[in-house]
């Protein structure tokens, strides 16, 4: 993930290219990393020099914004991706909302993680959740732009971290409606958890049938 487009890894690295920068920032709400930077011939002191004159903001450490690209809904969702790093897939509540299923309104960006990194520094805004299972291809998708968890993956997710039971009730009754997951999904997902989540998914493939 966070990778240039393949056609820009033929550029010299030590010669800034602007339109190699735009498309990758293009890409990503506006935002990009100063490896995926570096990718572009913007090394360290290009990139301070273009935060003093006001062209590039720096967000975080390490993590830039085009200061004149216009604003996204989810940017914030996005930057708190970028700033996680490799392997962070966008999760929870967080991609609940970014496939539109139920009316959570997150109060940080939930990432999760592969168990191997959670030392990883939480930047601000984040909250980070591990696993001790890489997520299949299957469990992953991704919505404008950022990669997330499947709609069965996210919602098994979100019932076993208490979300309240309405919400994940109409989300999965949604994801079934919309044709975002097949009951089947939503089984082998809850079935990763305790028999409380599995009660709670079961109960919402049954309210799901009746509709």
Known sequence: MHTLPKMLHMHDK????????????????????????????????????????????????????????PPSQHEHTMAGWLAVGPDAVVSHESALELLGLGTVIPRSTHITLPRSRRYVRQPEGVTIHTTTHPLSEDEKTQREGIQITSPARTIADVAATY??????????????????????????????????VQRLITDAIELWKRT
Do not use: W
């Open 14 to 69: 030590d010669r800034p290219d602007h339109e190699c920068l735009f498309l990758v920032a293009t890409g990503q709400m506006g935002y990009f990393t100063a490896a995926q930077a570096a990718g572009c011939g913007f090394q360290r002191y290009l990139l301070s020099k273009h935060v003093r004159t006001g062209r590039f903001v720096r967000v975080r450490h390490g993590l830039y914004r085009l200061r004149d690209y």
């Open 163 to 196: 979300l309240a039971p309405d919400q994940v009730e109409m989300a999965a009754v949604q994801a079934l409606v919309l044709g975002l997951a097949v009951a089947s999904e939503l089984q082998d997902q809850a079935r990763r958890h305790s028999h409380e």
